[in-house]
């Protein structure tokens, strides 16, 4: 663009989506209560907003997680003989 162009240029609206994965990876151990990998998927799809007025500058952006069940959660140990199963509800961020 060039410098005179550029002095006249005014910015839009900007309308941006996205979408996070979170696979399930490392090594997980059904029989430990803390993990270094998940035995579950995750996503996070988002959209973000922009907008200028003048010198004042709005962005804002919403999205959810939703989480997959982990069938093994916690199982099969001296605590817990029996199987257990983690379930979580989304959740929500601005």
Not at 27 to 32: A, E, H, I, L, R
Not at 67 to 88: A, H, I, K, M
């Amino acid at each position: 663009m060039e410098v005179r162009d550029f002095s006249k240029w005014r910015q839009k609206t900007i309308v941006g989506f996205g979408l996070k994965l979170v696979a399930p990876t490392g090594q997980y151990d059904p029989m430990k209560l803390i993990n270094y990998g998940g035995n579950r998927w995750a996503f996070k799809p988002e959209v973000g907003w922009f907008r200028r007025w003048g010198q004042w500058v709005l962005d804002a952006y919403g999205a959810v997680w939703f989480f997959t069940t982990n069938p093994e959660f916690f199982s099969r140990n001296q605590f817990n003989p029996g199987v257990s199963v983690q379930n979580q509800q989304p959740i929500g961020a601005f």
